[in-house]
């Protein structure tokens, strides 16, 4: 599920075409295999993702072998709630969070409206 959000990320900027390689991905430990690292440094994205106790184990066990230790960007990573806390906002919408939608399409469009609504919201707060 990941590489092809990654397919259609786009990362708007003031003018001109949105670039298509964030800065850096801030995830959870789920998102810390193999290939996701490997995809993320072959197109040059920092990887904000902590490596989970078990792989810890596997490659300590391992030696030299092994490899390298995971690095951590720790004061980038605590920026993550603000991501949490979207999706929980996100995820109000009943529909949304028991994805009663059998099409992506469909559950899609539900996301994106509710992304509209609450940037519409947050516009009419302003003062």
Not at 67 to 85: C, F, M, S, W
Not at 102 to 123: D, E, P, S
Request: with cysteine.
């Amino acid at each position: 599920m990941f590489l092809p959000l990654m397919a259609q990320l786009r990362v708007g900027r003031g003018s001109g075409r949105p670039r298509t390689r964030p800065d850096a991905v801030r995830a959870d430990k789920a998102y810390s295999s193999r290939a996701i690292r490997g995809h993320l440094r072959s197109r040059g994205i920092k990887a904000v993702i902590p490596e989970p106790d078990d792989q810890k184990g596997h490659r300590e066990r391992r030696g030299s072998r092994g490899g390298r230790p995971v690095g951590l960007d720790t004061a980038d990573y605590k920026n993550r709630n603000v991501i949490e806390r979207g999706y929980c906002r996100i995820k109000q919408w009943r529909g949304i969070a028991t994805r009663y939608d059998k099409h992506a399409v469909i559950y899609r469009a539900a996301v994106v409206l509710n992304a509209i609504i609450a940037w519409t919201k947050a516009l009419s707060d302003m003062p």
